[in-house]
């Protein structure tokens, strides 16, 4: 992780979340920005209390990330010292340097912080997987953009209780091609690495990962397995065997 010192925006430099010093655990291939990133919207109601703004209530944002939105002092005083604003603060001055394809080092930075967090869930799972399917990688959706997936809170840049959940499926090649992109035509456009990726990865150190996010987001990558095979294969087997629907729900916001 490299970040410290690149990245200058229009925004100022990118802010660091807690997360970020922690040790990336996939190597990224390919990025792709599909682009269907909303027009960011201004916030409607106050992050303290959640009182709508209104015309006797005037909301007045955040002077450090320009995001967050009170409709008094009391309020923005009372969420910085619960530390709610205090750690999201420089998240969602980060989130709004989000504009995709231009700031691949932010993107790269958050992916990171959350594989952080992710790598001991899906692991066994992919290693019983491809032991019971062959060949393969783990398809990662996200129901929420990278922009709220980087904040440190699950208010997103509106004010709104987000959750966010990460959908993650272990698919062949085959499967790929017959099922997924047939719904999802632009997957194909990174079919040639991740055929590359699915071909030639060590299956006793590697798992390959390729994840979207619902701004279009889209990354290919490896990862490294935790170091014992046989214990992820017991683990990913005694998972399975509860759920056989071949399909993993994280929710990342009760981690
Ligand atoms: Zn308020
Ligand atoms: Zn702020």
Redesign the pocket.
Known sequence: MTSNNQSSSSNGPVLQNPLSNAPSTVEWMQHLELGYAEPPRPPTICFGCGKQSSETIKLS????????AYCSRDCQVQD?KTGN?KL???S??RALTIRSPYCEDVHATIRNELFARARFYACPYAVFRTTDLGRGFLFLQSDQTLQNMSLYTCKDITGRTITRSVLIHFLTLGEFDSEVCKEDFELALVRTKLKELVDGYDKEKEVVLLFKFRCGHMSLGKAMLVPDYKICKKLGQDYYAENPTGALQLNLDEM
């Open positions: 944002r955040c002077g450090k990330c320009s995001v967050a910085w604003h999201a603060c420089p969602y001055r």
